[in-house]
């Protein structure tokens, strides 16, 4: 008996012992091992602990190292191909009210949304000055001038999107109404459900979100907005993402 043989023979004994993930890393150890490991029968026994059903009817022309490979991993990290929607094609129109009187109104590029603010005005809450500078992606712009808002009063807002490459229109907020103010985050919340093309039928419950964000006044309860952002984070937390939920509204 040659060293290779009982080598091979302790592997073999060992093998069957491990899960799925174990023996598929094994495999990249060398080539005795990868032979060794790939045993249709280790992977018959690791797939039908999986899928029990599995023993009634074997699968048709797939080995079941393959069936284990594609089907045990986890399928919601993929990454989206690219957008075919661009920010550049789109206009956000964003109206506020304060009860019925109009406070701000504005037709928005869907690139000057994503620039972000640049010169954040003097004397801008810390809390909010990190939310503004940070990392991560976010939609927003800055009030220029600046508008105040009584927060004892009823606000609302509607934002409507226009897209130049179909010259079609939808729906993104309408007249909701601030219901949320965040006094030590310096931002009021007001949020809509999406209406989805009736192509994507199983699609529904996300939400979009439009902040007001704001610096105290010298008077109480009177807040000077200075910047508006709008997120859709129940689904969307990149550029690319967003694009594609965007552009599966119900476009009219």
């Not at 009982?6 to 005795?32: H, I, N, T, W």
């Not at 927003?140 to 600046?146: C, E, G, H, N, S």
């Not at 079609?168 to 219901?179: D, L, P, R």
């Amino acid at each position: 008996m040659t060293r290779d043989w009982l080598y091979g023979e302790v592997l073999k004994a060992v093998f069957p012992l491990l899960d799925g993930k174990d023996l598929a890393s094994c495999m990249l150890v060398c080539r005795q091992w990868r032979d060794i490991a790939r045993d249709e029968y280790l992977w018959k026994c690791i797939c039908t602990k999986r899928w029990p059903s599995i023993c009634k009817r074997p699968p048709p022309a797939i080995s079941y190292y393959k069936l284990f490979v594609t089907f045990s991993r986890s399928q919601f990290n993929q990454s989206l191909p690219p957008a075919r929607l661009s920010f550049d094609d789109l206009e956000f129109y964003i109206d506020v009210w304060l009860e019925q009187t109009l406070v701000f109104s504005e037709a928005v590029s869907g690139a000057a949304l994503t620039t972000g603010i640049k010169n954040p005005p003097a004397g801008i809450p810390s809390i909010l000055k990190a939310h503004v500078d940070g990392a991560d992606y976010k939609m927003i712009m800055q009030v220029d001038p600046r508008f105040t808002l009584s927060l004892g009063q009823r606000i609302s807002v509607s934002v409507l999107l226009a897209r130049k490459d179909t010259n079609e229109m939808a729906c993104i907020v309408n007249q909701s109404a601030f219901e949320y103010v965040d006094a030590n985050a310096f931002q009021a919340l007001a949020y809509d459900y999406l209406r989805f093309s009736a192509r994507h039928p199983f699609i529904s419950g996300v939400r979009a979100w439009v902040s007001l964000l704001f610096m105290a006044n010298n008077y109480n309860n009177v807040v000077d907005v200075f910047g508006i952002e709008i997120d859709f984070c129940d689904a969307a937390n990149s550029e690319n993402e967003v694009l594609w939920l965007l552009d599966m509204l119900d476009w009219k």
